[in-house]
């Protein structure tokens, strides 16, 4: 337990609220979670998988209402409303304080309340930042120990600081309708509440490390962004780190965990993993941009990993890994989701724990948003950087979305400040990451749409003044789109480890000698430029997503238009002057 007076008193007054029967200080030891491990496998929150071919594996299945993140029931609560922006639900710290407190009380009677001291970043960081959950479910206590770090360090230097995020977690009943996901970035501050997903309980991430964070970066001057982090290791041995955002299931991790296509790694290329999800990026002592990943594990989308398209993702889920939602197998107490090869279990349960047969049975075994919780220790590919203090140097940003049309395979901005457009311009089509449909194009600004936890108009202003202070050490940026479909639906880039070829050219143009295309909306590689040496993909296929269609474009200009009005004058003016240039190129 901490000595901290400011967290002991938030504690027992959180106490005092929730009324639990019991508390329980979480320090992260082994016999801790054992013994978290035993009460979850004891009243069926975590279901016991076959030792020897998962050791330490559990499955657990969440309730059929809370598989995602609830973007309409997830909150941003400042002062003044225009503070959080149009990107943002809002509502004032008053009203949902005042709405929130009546459903916490008493929210954890007959039930422990754990509170989990966290640290996101390496404990030895200058740029981690402190973190306490308060929460009723073992599921979130044990999730947390994997994806932050949960240890007595932690507990040690939040003895020093009162700079902490508290996070206020109850699972209540599950009710939808009472489901809240409140920031209150003005008071380092997160309730949660009748929800246990990931997104939405696991504090962390997404509400610490994305919403709050994002705050606390734009006064501070740095980035929180929800980006991946690699390095790509040359023949000669050299690496070079990157950045991609893409929006929530549209390839993170898979790239995260890229394995070079033979050719590739014939010649010596190596990938490394620095993170698959949340980047915290500052400007260095060398004037260059740092990343660190904040977290600790891995929370990927389970459906669609396989032996083909992320053999290091199949390997980190082998052991120590929590899985929710997917389908378990009867005969040998092992799992199964679509995706992972061809054979399904007869004998099976459904993420829904209903009998499943996945010969005969029409639906889903798994749910499309199933997801593994695995501790990045686990990759076989984590970078030797992962846990260096000051992070990694960064050569190129690359922003991305998910469009069967529009986007091509990959463009480079002219600069920096353009590359800031070329973000804020961003569009994607949903996922099940989310509740809500599938499959509709939304403006995605950096893929920070669900996440800024601030006026998206300053988060712009914000980028244009860190590519300002960056001056020519300002990393290259670049947009990619693996999702371009033909006429019958079908992906053109065949994507996953084969993107390493898009990545050698994006490195290419970080030097100096590789000349590009001129076109309205940005550099683009002259086909000849993209290796395709056995490649299974005919140069006219290339040629069709290297193309920039003008009525596509123009169409999307209207689009864009629109959405940068719903910011009225808080956008900065350069924003206005690139659109309208682009309008213009493209007439
Ligand atoms: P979050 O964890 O929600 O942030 O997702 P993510 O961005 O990490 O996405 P992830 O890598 O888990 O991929 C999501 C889905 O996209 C999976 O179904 C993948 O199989 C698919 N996918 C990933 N990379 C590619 C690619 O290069 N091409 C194609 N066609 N699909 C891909
Ligand atoms: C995402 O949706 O972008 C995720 C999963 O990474 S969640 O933690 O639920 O946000
Ligand atoms: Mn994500």
């Known amino acids: 337990m901490t000595q ?8 027992n007054w959180a106490q005092d609220l929730c009324k639990p029967d019991k508390m329980v200080w979480i320090d992260g030891s082994a016999a801790q979670l054992d013994t978290l491990r035993a009460e979850a496998l004891a009243d069926g929150e975590l279901i016991a998988l076959n030792a020897d071919k998962l050791p330490g594996c559990y499955l657990h299945r969440s309730a059929q209402n809370d598989v995602a993140r609830s973007e309409d029931k997830t909150f941003i609560c400042t002062t003044h409303e225009a503070d959080a922006g149009p990107n943002n639900n809002w509502k004032s710290p008053k009203e949902m304080y005042e709405k929130l407190t009546p459903l916490f009380d008493g929210a954890m009677r007959g039930r422990t309340m754990y509170v989990v001291p966290f640290c996101m970043g390496p404990v030895d960081s200058p740029f981690a930042k402190l973190g306490v959950e308060i929460t009723d479910s073992i599921y979130v206590v044990l999730n947390m120990a994997i994806m932050t770090r949960v240890s007595p360090d932690v507990v040690a230097l939040l003895d020093k600081t009162d700079d902490f995020v508290k996070g206020l977690h109850a699972k209540a009943d599950l009710d939808i309708d009472k489901r809240f996901i409140c920031h209150f970035p003005e008071d380092n501050a997160i309730w949660s509440i009748n929800s246990g997903y990931g997104g939405n309980a696991l504090l962390g991430k997404k509400c610490f490390a994305l919403r709050i964070a994002s705050y606390q970066a734009k006064q501070e001057g740095w980035m929180a962004e929800h980006m991946l982090i690699i390095g790509i290791q040359n023949p000669a041995g050299e690496v070079k780190y990157v950045c991609a955002a893409f929006p929530s299931a549209c390839g993170k991790t898979n790239l995260a965990m890229l394995i070079p296509p033979e050719i590739y790694a014939n010649k010596g290329y190596k990938v490394w993993c620095v993170g698959d999800d949340i980047a915290w990026l500052r400007i260095g002592k060398d004037g260059r941009l740092w990343a660190i990943n904040p977290e600790n594990g891995f929370f990927g989308v389970v459906p669609g990993t396989n032996a083909k398209t992320n053999p290091n993702a199949l390997e980190t889920i082998r052991k120590d890994t929590i899985f929710t939602n997917v389908v378990y197998n009867e ?20 993420w829904k724990g209903n009998k499943w047969n996945g010969k005969t049975s029409t639906e889903k075994g798994a749910h499309p948003n199933s997801r593994f919780t695995t501790p990045a220790a686990n990759c076989p590919v984590i970078s030797p950087e992962f846990e260096a203090p000051h992070g990694v140097p960064i050569s190129a940003i690359i922003f991305g979305g998910r469009r069967a049309k529009t986007a091509p395979l ?24 989310q509740t809500g449909a599938v499959g509709v194009t939304r403006p995605d600004s950096m893929a920070m749409k669900p996440f800024c936890g601030y006026n998206m108009a300053d988060y712009f202003a914000h980028w244009l003044e860190m ?96 959405y940068y009005q719903s910011f009225g004058h808080r956008l900065p003016e350069y924003l206005h002057n690139e659109l309208s240039n682009l309008e213009e190129r493209l007439k």
Request: overall charge negative; proline content about 5%; aromatic content about 10%.
């Open 4 to 11: 901290n007076f400011k967290v002991k008193e938030w504690v």
């Open 410 to 433: 990959v463009y480079q901005a002219r600069d920096f400040a353009h590359g800031v457009f070329v973000g804020s311009i961003m569009a994607s089509e949903t996922t099940a990451a």
């Open 331 to 350: 005969d040998d107490a092992t799992l199964w989701w679509e995706g992972l090869d061809k054979n399904p279990p007869e004998n099976g349960i459904d």
């Open 467 to 562: 590519g300002e202070k960056l001056g020519d050490n300002a990393p290259e940026i670049f947009n990619v789109n693996w999702f371009r479909t033909d006429d019958d639906g079908n992906f053109i880039w065949p994507g996953f480890g084969e993107n390493l070829r898009v990545l050698e050219w994006i490195l290419a143009r970080c030097g100096d000698d590789m000349p590009a295309q001129v076109t309205p909306i940005g550099y683009l590689p002259r086909p000849a430029d993209i290796n395709m040496e056995d490649l299974d993909l005919t140069m006219d296929r290339l040629q069709e997503i290297l193309s920039i269609d003008k009525d596509l474009w123009q169409a999307e200009v209207a689009s864009i238009k629109e």
